[in-house]
Structure formats: C-alpha cells, structure tokens
C-alpha cells in the first residue's frame, strides 16, 4: 500500500503533465488561430485597403512625376522619391499579393454603370508606385529587388479586375502593359540568371482575366434591373434616366418599349459572347461589326433613336479587344526578349506576329497584326 506522501507526489506528477498537455494544446490551438487569421488567408482586398490607408499624400506634381516615370516618359531620378515614405504601403503590398485567399472587393455590380468602383483608382496609384520604386532599385543596380516590384506590379494589375467588369478589364490591361514596357527597359541588362527567374515566376501568375468573363458580368447588374423594374417600375427606369424631359414625349413609360429594350439588349449580349470567344483578327473584324449594328438605329418600333440601354451596357468593345490582344503581344515580346537576352536576332522571333529593329541604345518589337511597339533599353 503507498504512503500518504508517495500518493501525493503520483497525483501531483499527474497534475503537472495534465497541466503541461493542456498548455502544449491550448498554445497548439492558439497557434493555428493564428495562423488562421495571418495574412496568408486574408482576402486580398482588405490587405489592398489598409495599403491605401498607408500611402503617403502627394501633390499633384508629384503624382504627375510618378505616373510620368512608370510610364517610362521620363527618367528615374532618385529625388523623385527622396521625402516619399512608402514603406508601410508596400509592406501591406506584399502581404496582398502573397496571400492565398481570392480576392474579393464585395462591389455591388448590380448597381451596373452606378458601381462604385473606388479600388481600381487605389489600384493604379498602387502599380505607379510599384514601378517607381523598382526603377529605383534597378538604377542602383539591385536587379533582384528591382525583379520583386515588377512581380508585385503584375499581381496588381490582376487584382483590379478580380471583380470583373467591362472599366476593371480596362485597367487590368493598361496595368499589365505598363509593367512589361518597364521590364522591357531594363530586361536586357540583366544577366541570364536575372532573366530566367523573372521569366519562370511569370510563368506562376495567374492569367489575366479574359474579356469574355466580363462582359458576362454585364448580365448581373441587367437581371437585378429587370427585378426592380417589376418591384418599381417608374422608380427603375428613373435609376438609369430613362426618362424624357417632356411628360408628354416620354416613351419610356411605357413597359412593353422598355421589355423591348431589354430583349434587344439580351440578343445583342449573346451575339457579343459568341463574338468575343473568336481569335485574333477575325475577332477584331467581327466586333467592328457588331458595334456598327448597334450603332445603327437599334430601336423599339423606330420609337427611339437608338437603344439606349444598349448605349449604356456596351461602350466600346473594339478598344477593349486591341487592348486584350496587345497585352498577350506583350507578353510574347517580353517572353522572347527574357530567353534570348542581348543576343536576341529577328530568326529567334520564327511563327511571333512582330518583327525586330535594332536601335541605339536598344531594341524594337513592333506587331505586324496591331499598332503595338514595345522598346528594350533605351
């Protein structure tokens, strides 16, 4: 039989690992919350936003500058950002773009043309930023910190259209284009080594959003005007001015001129999808035209001089599809420019739509299907 004294130290050595046990999981647990919450697993947008907060004020002299040099209109000149703290701007940067969550902005698209979209503005001065400060790590030769900004500014340009519509589609493009014109000036200075990896983490990026998908997203904001039109129908069409000046000239008061609206809308939408999975210049050809045919006189029983509910769900698509296909060039150009380096000749450039020119200081691909150029070095 054990003592008194031997039971004790048992019951008390059996606290003790029940208590260390407890702890190793409950600091278990608290780890794993942790690691729940960090911002690998945040949603990208409110990593974007608290970004926002960081920027530091600029005069509109200076962002002119900044837009100036990412555009590649002027030179870097280290001044440019010698008073600009952007330190906790590109921290919160870095933790959007490293996160493995999508990226979600919650925008009310049913809202249609009304959307508010108050990321895509953020977005851009986000890619600016980027740009500026990688070119002022490559003009201190720090090719590597130059490479993560670039990385940082192809992310940004895919967030802007994680919510897709016609306007994010835009920028996403002019976004992706400025990036690679500045890769492009600096590219073939690079050593092989530099080139290989930017090339292979370009290859780990997601593909940009393709312009079919948004104009999918035309349909959201159509079907839930559709709904409010059946809820409040004078208060609907008044949501998108559907409303003549003159009480006595107003035809759209009349539901069955707006249900025509609609069907024409709807047939046009589901021309422009089919229009939209073409390629290439047949693509092109086939928009130009559809936005003819919508342009002509898209009426309700020659009622109205055109559809304007058409009008307003499709702006011009031909600029949106040069613009797409000028982007994949780019990334054409720029892929050829990362293999062959200095040494690249018009025979690496074989089955490529563009064609090289040797300049001084550099180098120029032009397309031979579209009104694109893209120069590396200067």
Request: aromatic share 6%; glycine share 4%.
């Amino acid at each position: 039989m054990n003592s008194p004294t031997i039971t004790h130290i048992t019951f008390m050595n059996s606290s003790i690992k029940s208590s260390i046990l407890a702890i190793f999981c409950c600091v278990s647990s608290l780890a794993a919350a942790a690691d729940a919450l960090s911002s690998r697993n945040t949603n990208p947008a409110l990593l974007y936003w608290q970004a926002a907060a960081e920027l530091p004020p600029l005069s509109d002299a200076q962002a002119k500058q900044l837009r100036e040099v990412a555009g590649g209109k002027v030179d870097f000149k280290a001044e440019l950002i010698e008073e600009l703290n952007f330190e906790w701007t590109v921290k919160f940067l870095r933790k959007a773009v490293a996160s493995e969550a999508p990226c979600e902005w919650g925008l009310a698209l049913e809202e249609g043309i009304e959307a508010p979209t108050p990321h895509l503005a953020k977005m851009r001065e986000f890619s600016t930023m980027a740009l500026v400060l990688a070119e002022a790590k490559f003009a201190k030769g720090e090719t590597t910190a130059g490479i993560d900004l670039l990385l940082m500014a192809h992310h940004i340009a895919r967030d802007a259209d994680a919510a897709p519509s016609l306007i994010s589609n835009v920028i996403q493009n002019v976004l992706e284009r400025r990036t690679i014109a500045t890769a492009a000036r600096h590219c073939m200075s690079w050593d092989a080594a530099g080139r290989e990896d930017y090339a292979r983490r370009l290859t780990l990026l997601p593909d940009l959003n393709p312009l079919p998908n948004a104009f999918a997203t035309e349909l959201v904001w159509i079907g839930a005007w559709e709904k409010e039109l059946e809820e409040n129908f004078d208060q609907a069409r008044k949501k998108f001015g559907l409303v003549a000046s003159s009480e006595k000239s107003d035809p759209f008061r009349s539901p069955e001129l707006i249900k025509e609206m609609l069907e024409t809308y709807h047939k046009m939408h589901e021309r422009g999808m089919v229009i939209l999975a073409l390629e290439g210049e047949a693509r092109r050809l086939a928009v130009a035209e559809f936005e003819k045919d919508m342009e002509a006189d898209l009426t309700a029983k020659k009622r109205l001089p055109k559809n304007i509910l058409v009008a307003l769900a499709m702006p011009a698509l031909s600029n949106m599809v040069r613009g797409e296909d000028q982007s994949a060039i780019a990334q054409a150009m720029l892929k050829s420019a990362l293999v062959h380096g200095p040494e690249i000749s018009e025979k690496d450039l074989e089955g490529q739509p563009f064609k090289l020119v040797r300049k001084e200081g550099g180098w120029e691909l032009s397309s031979n299907e579209l009104e694109f150029v893209l120069e590396f070095g200067r």
